[in-house]
């Protein structure tokens, strides 16, 4: 069974800096890993999807990193703004032996950027 | 980009009623679509994958009888909790995917149940 985890479960940061989450994942035979963020009482914006066969996907101030075989991908915030302030969720995505597609989350990074 | 609706976004039910939620892929169609369940401070759990016009396949410890879903077209997934009691209050998100594609997630819906 897959398990997903995240550290650190909250973290909290001066305006500016940049700050790197953490995934990891027990089962590296995965199809795909997803960053999403999730803001209170919301649904969830992906931000990032990375296949099994790439290392990295980059969009503005993000980047993540995926190393498959020690079952870790990292989320990093460059020049962090209160705006970033959310819950950030890592996803795997695979498939199972009967063929059906599941994603699984880890509890999430509880995100806070202090102006 | 895709979108995809959920409504309600929020309900208030009293205990022993059922309450049905709707999902709508609205750009796509949605050959898969999922249900999940998040309680406060939790992740998401998965509940039931449904493929349309066939059964949904439930996770383990998810009554299918309490939690019923219909997958009735490519556009359209509903879930209904019946019988509701206030354990079932939750935060129920839906997701909808093309085959090979990511998954794209509704905004959500909170369920209150008194």
């Known amino acids: 069974k897959q398990e997903v985890t995240q550290i650190p479960a909250a973290l909290s940061v001066p305006e500016g800096e940049n700050l790197v989450l953490n995934c990891s994942f027990t089962?590296?035979?995965?199809?795909?890993l997803q960053w999403f963020r999730q803001d209170p009482g919301k649904g969830l914006t992906s931000l990032l999807l990375?296949?099994?066969?790439?290392r990295e996907q980059t969009s503005g101030r993000l980047n993540a990193s995926l190393d498959k075989s020690s079952g870790r991908s990292t989320l990093y915030i460059a020049a962090s703004q209160p705006g970033d302030s959310a819950t950030y969720l890592c996803?795997?995505?695979?498939?199972?032996?009967?063929?059906?597609?599941?994603?699984?989350f880890g509890k999430g990074t509880k995100l806070s950027v202090i102006p | 980009g895709a979108v995809v609706s959920q409504h309600p976004s929020w309900v208030i039910c009293k205990s022993g009623t059922s309450v049905k939620i709707e999902c709508r892929s609205l750009?796509?169609?949605?050959?898969?679509m999922f249900w999940y369940r998040q309680f406060p401070k939790q992740s998401l759990m998965l509940m039931a994958t449904?493929?349309?016009?066939?059964?949904?396949?439930?996770e383990q410890g998810v009554e299918k009888d309490k939690f019923l879903i219909n997958h009735a077209s490519l556009t359209l997934s509903t879930l209904t909790v019946t019988s509701a009691h206030p354990e079932d209050s939750s935060f129920y998100i839906c997701?909808?995917?093309?085959?090979?594609?990511?998954?794209?997630f509704g905004p959500g819906t909170r369920l209150t149940v008194t």
């Open positions: 997701s909808a995917r093309v085959q090979g594609s990511e998954q794209y």
């Open positions: 089962d590296s035979a995965i199809y795909n």
């Open positions: 990375i296949q099994s066969s790439q």
């Open positions: 996803a795997v995505g695979r498939y199972s032996g009967a063929g059906s597609y599941q994603l699984t």
């Open positions: 750009d796509f169609q949605a050959t898969t």
């Open positions: 449904s493929n349309e016009g066939s059964k949904a396949t439930y």
